[in-house]
């Protein structure tokens, strides 16, 4: 609304005071990090209005696994280092686990933040060494339902780390980075849409991986263009009850290695490969139609 306040905190301090719609509006350029605590009843806006966040937001899910409530966060430029951050945590937008001593955020066991919409923000680290995140949900954090679209990352480690995460989408996203996207653990359905990546230390990083035990569903779809090192990297083992990680690729343009296990399902149903691959990783509706992977138009080197 009309109502000013000194700091990102302190709006956001009121803003947990309230229900209904509420929106924050950046009018200046904020330093350090800030806490949202998701609130029942509270679907909460922070607009960055290309402002820039010198530090990070940590997201408090209040331990509700089945909250409807919505967080977005948008139009924001994060910039600066680990320096800028909580101690000891690596990420510009991140979703803690549990509490420790001296910590100012969250207290129960898993934090279950959810229905987080990411939207045409930038993260771009200072830092010397490729050692900062874009968004990274934590290990015991149990996120879910994250949406992130018209994002870019500058000089990261990782564009986005998911650690135990249910379900999340990300279209018309971006990055310079080491790597692009990590989901470890974690369940249901995930999906890449026209999303571009160029690793900038191509000897050792990936675009794409899926690792640990997960039974997630990961959808590679559009006008995708990896190039790394590792473009595909699928080493999830699934569950004790036999359910499978999945990761299927539609379409796009993948430089790069793909790495698999025994254990997990590659199906492959379109797409241009710099490497040849076994053709069990062709969708099983290809396999029965006797198609096999050939030179692509125009693209010498690469297949589909």
Known sequence: GSTKYVSLQAALDAAHEMTGNVTITLIDNNE????????????????????????????????????????????????????????????????????????????????????????????????????VVGIKPTSGAGCYNLVVDNTEGTNLHSLAQLTGTTGAS??????????????????????????????????????????????????????NDFKASSAIVLTATGDDQGNEAMIEVKSGIYTGSIEKNNEAVLAISGGYFSEEFPQEY???????????????????????
């Open 32 to 131: 350090g990090y800030s806490i949202v605590h998701q609130k029942e009843g509270l679907n909460l806006t922070i607009d960055g209005d290309d402002k820039t966040v010198a530090g990070q937001i940590i997201i408090d899910g209040d331990g509700r696994a089945s909250g409807i409530e919505t967080l977005t966060i948008q139009n924001i430029k994060f910039e600066g280092n680990k320096s800028n951050f909580y101690s000891g945590t690596d990420a510009f937008i991140l979703v803690p686990s549990t509490k420790t001593s001296g910590t100012p955020y969250y207290t129960n066991k898993y934090n279950y933040a959810h229905n987080i919409t990411i939207s045409n923000c930038s993260f771009t680290s200072t830092s010397s060494s490729l050692d």
């Open 170 to 223: 990300f279209d018309n996203c971006s990055a310079g980075s080491k790597n692009f996207i990590n989901i470890s653990g974690g369940t249901g359905d995930y999906s890449v849409t026209d999303c571009s990546f160029t690793s900038l230390n191509v000897s050792d990083s990936y675009a794409i991986r899926l690792k640990d035990a997960s039974t997630a569903h990961l959808t590679l779809d559009g006008n």
């Open 282 to 304: 062709l969708a099983a509706d290809l396999v029965a139609q006797g198609k096999v992977c050939t030179p692509a138009p125009d693209m010498e080197g690469y297949f589909t």
